[in-house]
């Protein structure tokens, strides 16, 4: 079978046994350093890649993508509903009441933020009816005063369905007997667990108990939108907003997801950036590497390379063969690490659920970060960055030692041979 002469001695090369031990360590070294640089890059960009598809998902899954609260307090919001569903960029709008306060059960005490919601319109901004663990969002009945908690949260306050928790208001009632906060007694009809921080800090009721616990003399205190592209946000809302004045009169405004999450967020896609412009020093190390191995290999095979002129080899094809072997040593880790690292992209969240089953060590804590796993989403753009990133640079690598051995002039290569 015909092999071109620059490709058979170039392989030839690469495979052989040399008998500088040193210089096979080295060209060792520099395709395991691709084969690590790939795999740790692709095994941590889906990591990060996960954890951005987790935020977007899960806490602004819980958390609105936008705002719209009025200054003039309007008796009914239900025009206002009816006039944003109406925008094409909307997925869903519905009414809430926030607040703040504190938790008691069996003498555990715990802070919470309180969202007064709609049972049935909740589902068209939030994802929290997919994620019930206990019960049904749909309990919460006008007049009943239920509270459905998160998973944390009621272990904390070691509360099940069916249970009593009271509930303390921020605020004061003025008695005969004297000054004592608000209390309130609630049934526990429902947990949730979405696996992120809101799980230990939000509780639910009835927009109607809130707004009578709050003693507001309005429906609702604003809406809640959903955006199909939550990147909308920004714009849309003050849209919106501006929209509703003309139309309804009053004076509104908006608030979105970028004022309350956008740091973490924007922090995320830094690190990502940043991580992995670091972790591709690795790669460029192991090209230098390279670098190193060529260059000794062409000092080994300075006779060679003379004879090779001699029988009337060209420098064009003295360049091709050693751009042959070090494009082998970089194709080759390259591979490799694609391999490796898409094998460990893919199974990483398995085998660190694994690993802190085995050693009862919970890496991920939602107490600290706003998941309570370690996610990964492997991404085909990405291992595409990153090999033809490593490809490059390793045939950049072999620029130096080829153009450096063309010029080997054989009767100087051979006058001690």
């Known amino acids: 079978m015909y092999h071109p002469l620059t490709l058979f001695i170039g392989r030839r090369y690469a495979s052989a046994k040399r008998s500088n031990h040193f210089i096979s360590f080295i060209s060792r070294t520099s395709m395991i350093g691709l084969t690590l640089g790939v795999l740790v890059l692709i095994t941590v960009m889906s990591v990060m890649n996960g954890f951005d598809q987790e ?37 869903g709008a519905a009414p809430f009441i926030h607040g703040q306060g504190m938790v008691t ?12 919601i709609d049972p049935e319109q909740e589902k068209q901004v939030s994802i929290v009816h997919k994620h019930m663990v206990e019960g049904q969002i749909e309990d919460l009945k006008a007049g009943e005063f239920g509270i459905v908690l998160g998973e944390i949260l009621a272990g904390y306050l070691r509360a099940r369905v069916g249970d009593k928790v009271t509930l303390v208001l921020p605020e004061a009632s003025v008695t005969p007997a004297g000054v004592f906060p608000r209390l309130k007694r609630f049934t526990v009809v429902g947990i949730f667990a979405v696996g992120a921080e809101v799980d230990s800090t939000l509780a639910m009721l009835h927009i109607e108990d ?7 003399k309005v429906p609702a205190e604003g809406i809640r939108l959903r955006f199909h592209d939550l990147f909308d946000a920004p714009v ?24 309350t ?5 924007q922090a995320i896609r830094m690190e990502k950036t940043l991580v992995g ?3 591709m020093l690795i790669i460029a190390v192991a090209a230098f590497n390279i670098v190193s191995t060529l260059v000794m290999v062409v000092t080994d095979k300075k006779a060679d390379i003379a004879i090779l002129r001699t029988m009337g080899a060209t420098r064009g094809q003295i360049v091709r063969i050693f ?12 591979f490799l690490g694609a391999v490796l690292g898409v094998l460990l992209a893919i199974y990483i969240p398995d085998l660190i659920a694994g690993f802190e089953k085995l050693t009862n060590v919970q890496f991920l804590s939602s107490d600290v970060y706003f998941i309570s796993y370690l996610p990964s989403q492997l991404q085909i753009m990405d291992v595409v960055v990153i090999c ?30």
Do not use: C
């Open 261 to 265: 999450h956008g740091n973490l967020f």
């Open 323 to 334: 751009m042959i072997q070090g494009a082998l040593i970089g194709v080759t880790g390259t």
């Open 55 to 91: 935020l977007r998902q899960r806490v602004l899954g819980m958390v609105p993508h936008a705002v719209v609260k009025s200054l003039s307090a309007p008796g009914s919001w239900d025009p206002v509903l009816d006039r944003v569903r109406e925008d094409p960029n909307i997925e």
């Open 277 to 279: 412009l670091l972790l």
């Open 388 to 417: 033809s990133t490593t490809l490059v640079l390793s045939f950049l690598a072999t620029l130096y030692p080829a153009l450096r051995a063309s010029r080997i002039e054989p009767a100087e290569a051979l006058r001690y041979e």
């Open 236 to 259: 849309y809302s003050w849209k919106i907003v501006s929209d509703l004045e003309s139309e309804l009169g009053g004076q509104f405004f908006a608030s979105d997801w970028t004022r």
């Open 105 to 116: 059960a069996a003498g555990n005490v715990h802070g919470v933020f309180l969202n007064g």
């Open 210 to 216: 809130a707004a009578k616990l709050k003693r507001l």
